[in-house]
């Protein structure tokens, strides 16, 4: 349904996007992840249509986002990340006038629009001017409005930005109802948002894409750990007994108050289980064990090494695997 | 096409959901109105004339208040990038804002017929003239619109689409008054091709010259055209 290949976008010295390649089949909701700055809102512009890509191909549903423009256009639903409305028009204004935009005909405007209204709750406001609209229901109209021509695909970019705990829960809940059969793109910059409605997550970072899967994949990448607890007499002592190990790559120790040392030990491969041998060797060492168990890393905190680290010179991106 | 249509009429409607459209028509009455009130003078024949010959100066404040928010404030806001992201062509953005605004003044140029009814409650006006120099100050209004609209597609800030259009009026009068004199033969000739009060003064006076309806027609469409290509271009910038 999207298809980018090898999309680059330079902005004078300012290179935002570096050669991003994912294919976006019908049907999947996919979230775009990454740091304000990674290039996902440029990304955004170049399928909306709104800025060619300096080189590289841009397609939606088989059309050029360049060439074949207004076709793409009138195939996608979005809403941007400022939620950009005419404050002096009311909603049902707004939502005519988008209708008319999108070509619909007079006699299904108003099936359209009343269609909308009830999707995203906005009976109460119909006739409420832009201007006098909570964030919530701005935010509401402005998903209305995307959806106002029944788009195949639709694009939503930080929709819930700026929106308290309660309309944030409530504006989740209606995407996950509009996603139906569509393709969806949710540019987010916080990963709770797009971990629970999202089949797919596309990291981006530094204008490139860093990781690309389901969120379990991506979650397989992530560094296994075991947790230990023992008294040793100082986390030095610790460290010692369980240096020597095959199969360690790092230890992080802490002194507890109640005497105890606790120790996050990280495996070198994902599989190897390192609870044995380090059971065997706190034995040998005479070292009482109270707590030992795996523990995998968040997708949280894989997220975050992922964005971290700046590319090299060459800026290559890694090709993206299709789940 | 229709996209052109709903531009122009969501342009149109604005003008009196905001402030801006009530405050330009009471602008243009008010300095219409002194126009007229000099223009009657007891013995002489009642006509319009002298309104519609200095038309050139009245609408220079007028229209660029009219065209300076077309797209400044769509950019300002932010809203150029849903219409950007319709399917709406930045040939059917320019010219549905143009017909927009361009609908608005002659809305404008209603309640001017006040001053008709009083014209011809106190005296027996020709009204040939005062309908060709209506047609003057439509065309006019026409060019002053759409170089407001290409001024107002450069920029975010609406005082700066304001003021650019104005000097850009300013300096054509003062090199077509003032600068044509100063520099004599043969230039006072080109400058003259470019005079807008030379050609209102032919209005006011009763003369339809197709060559002046052209003019105004022609170069109001570049104008337009030329803001069309300037929403491409700041596409592929």
Same mark, same amino acid.
């Given at each position: 349904m999207i298809e980018l290949t090898q999309v680059h976008k330079r902005f004078g010295q300012v290179h935002a996007v570096r050669g991003v390649s994912f294919r976006i089949e019908p049907g999947q909701i996919v979230g775009v992840l990454g740091p304000n700055g990674a290039g996902k809102s440029t990304t955004i512009r170049m399928i909306t249509g709104s800025m060619p890509p300096t080189s590289g191909r841009v397609s939606v549903d088989g059309l050029d986002a360049v060439d074949d423009s207004l076709e793409v256009r009138q195939r996608l639903g979005y809403l941007p990340e400022a939620n950009p409305l005419y404050p002096e028009m009311s909603v049902a204004g707004y939502l005519r006038y988008r209708a008319g935009l999108f070509g619909i005909r007079r006699s299904h405007r108003a099936a359209a629009i009343n269609k909308v209204i009830d999707r995203c709750w906005l009976s109460e406001v119909t006739h409420r001017r832009l201007a006098h609209l909570s964030k919530g229901f701005r935010q509401r109209v402005g998903l209305a409005a995307a959806l106002i021509h029944d788009p195949p695909v639709l694009i939503l970019d930080e929709p819930?930005?700026?929106?308290?705990?309660?309309q944030i829960a409530e504006t989740r809940s209606l995407i996950r109802d509009l996603a139906g059969d569509r393709t969806m793109l949710l540019v987010s910059h916080i990963l709770p948002e797009v971990e629970r409605t999202c089949d797919r997550i596309?990291?981006?970072?530094?204008g490139e894409i860093r990781a690309d899967g389901t969120p379990d994949h991506l979650l397989s990448r992530g560094r296994a750990t075991v947790v230990l607890e023992a008294n040793a007499p100082t986390p030095d002592a610790l460290v010692s007994a369980l240096r020597a190990l095959?199969?360690?790559s790092g230890i992080e120790t802490a002194a507890l108050d109640d005497g105890w040392v606790r120790a996050t030990i990280e495996g070198k491969s994902r599989e190897t289980d390192l609870r044995e041998p380090i059971a065997r060797a706190c034995r040998d060492a005479n070292l009482l064990v109270r707590e030992?168990?795996?523990?995998?890393?968040?997708?949280?905190s894989l997220y975050l090494r992922l964005v971290q680290d700046e590319p090299g010179p060459a800026g290559k991106s890694k090709p993206g695997a299709t789940p | 096409m229709? *996209?052109?249509?709903?531009?122009?009429?969501?342009e149109y409607a604005s003008f009196f959901r905001t402030s801006i459209g009530w405050v330009v028509i009471a602008l243009y009455m008010l300095l219409m109105g002194i126009w007229v009130a000099r223009a009657i003078i007891p013995?002489?024949?009642?006509?319009?004339? *002298?309104?519609?010959?200095?038309s050139q100066i009245l609408l220079l404040f007028v229209a660029p208040a009219v065209s300076m928010r077309l797209l400044a404030e769509e950019r300002r806001s932010g809203t150029i990038e849903t219409l950007g992201t319709s399917p709406a062509s930045d040939w059917a953005i320019a010219f549905g804002k143009y017909f927009g605004a361009l609908f608005f003044l002659l809305t404008m140029l209603a309640p001017t017929g006040l001053f008709l009814i009083l014209l011809e409650v106190i005296a027996d006006p020709d009204y040939g003239p005062i309908a060709t120099g209506y047609l003057g100050v439509v065309l006019l209004g026409m060019l002053y619109l759409s170089v407001g609209l290409l001024f107002s597609s450069f920029t975010q800030n609406q005082i700066v689409a304001f003021l650019g259009t104005l000097f850009f009026f300013l300096i054509l009068l003062l090199a077509t008054t003032i600068g044509a004199t100063a520099l004599g033969e043969p230039w006072s000739e080109y400058l003259?091709?470019?005079?807008?009060?030379?050609?209102?003064e032919d209005f006011a006076r009763g003369v339809i010259d197709t060559s002046h309806i052209v003019f105004f027609i022609v170069i109001s469409f570049w104008f337009v055209s030329l803001t069309a290509m300037s929403l491409e271009f700041r596409r592929w910038r």
């Amino acid at each position: 349904m999207i298809e980018l290949t090898q999309v680059h976008k330079r902005f004078g010295q300012v290179h935002a996007v570096r050669g991003v390649s994912f294919r976006i089949e019908p049907g999947q909701i996919v979230g775009v992840l990454g740091p304000n700055g990674a290039g996902k809102s440029t990304t955004i512009r170049m399928i909306t249509g709104s800025m060619p890509p300096t080189s590289g191909r841009v397609s939606v549903d088989g059309l050029d986002a360049v060439d074949d423009s207004l076709e793409v256009r009138q195939r996608l639903g979005y809403l941007p990340e400022a939620n950009p409305l005419y404050p002096e028009m009311s909603v049902a204004g707004y939502l005519r006038y988008r209708a008319g935009l999108f070509g619909i005909r007079r006699s299904h405007r108003a099936a359209a629009i009343n269609k909308v209204i009830d999707r995203c709750w906005l009976s109460e406001v119909t006739h409420r001017r832009l201007a006098h609209l909570s964030k919530g229901f701005r935010q509401r109209v402005g998903l209305a409005a995307a959806l106002i021509h029944d788009p195949p695909v639709l694009i939503l970019d930080e929709p819930t930005n700026g929106l308290d705990p309660s309309q944030i829960a409530e504006t989740r809940s209606l995407i996950r109802d509009l996603a139906g059969d569509r393709t969806m793109l949710l540019v987010s910059h916080i990963l709770p948002e797009v971990e629970r409605t999202c089949d797919r997550i596309i990291v981006f970072a530094w204008g490139e894409i860093r990781a690309d899967g389901t969120p379990d994949h991506l979650l397989s990448r992530g560094r296994a750990t075991v947790v230990l607890e023992a008294n040793a007499p100082t986390p030095d002592a610790l460290v010692s007994a369980l240096r020597a190990l095959p199969g360690v790559s790092g230890i992080e120790t802490a002194a507890l108050d109640d005497g105890w040392v606790r120790a996050t030990i990280e495996g070198k491969s994902r599989e190897t289980d390192l609870r044995e041998p380090i059971a065997r060797a706190c034995r040998d060492a005479n070292l009482l064990v109270r707590e030992l168990r795996p523990s995998k890393e968040s997708l949280e905190s894989l997220y975050l090494r992922l964005v971290q680290d700046e590319p090299g010179p060459a800026g290559k991106s890694k090709p993206g695997a299709t789940p | 096409m229709t *996209a052109c249509w709903h531009i122009a009429l969501r342009e149109y409607a604005s003008f009196f959901r905001t402030s801006i459209g009530w405050v330009v028509i009471a602008l243009y009455m008010l300095l219409m109105g002194i126009w007229v009130a000099r223009a009657i003078i007891p013995g002489e024949p009642a006509s319009l004339r *002298a309104v519609f010959q200095t038309s050139q100066i009245l609408l220079l404040f007028v229209a660029p208040a009219v065209s300076m928010r077309l797209l400044a404030e769509e950019r300002r806001s932010g809203t150029i990038e849903t219409l950007g992201t319709s399917p709406a062509s930045d040939w059917a953005i320019a010219f549905g804002k143009y017909f927009g605004a361009l609908f608005f003044l002659l809305t404008m140029l209603a309640p001017t017929g006040l001053f008709l009814i009083l014209l011809e409650v106190i005296a027996d006006p020709d009204y040939g003239p005062i309908a060709t120099g209506y047609l003057g100050v439509v065309l006019l209004g026409m060019l002053y619109l759409s170089v407001g609209l290409l001024f107002s597609s450069f920029t975010q800030n609406q005082i700066v689409a304001f003021l650019g259009t104005l000097f850009f009026f300013l300096i054509l009068l003062l090199a077509t008054t003032i600068g044509a004199t100063a520099l004599g033969e043969p230039w006072s000739e080109y400058l003259r091709i470019l005079s807008l009060g030379a050609r209102m003064e032919d209005f006011a006076r009763g003369v339809i010259d197709t060559s002046h309806i052209v003019f105004f027609i022609v170069i109001s469409f570049w104008f337009v055209s030329l803001t069309a290509m300037s929403l491409e271009f700041r596409r592929w910038r």
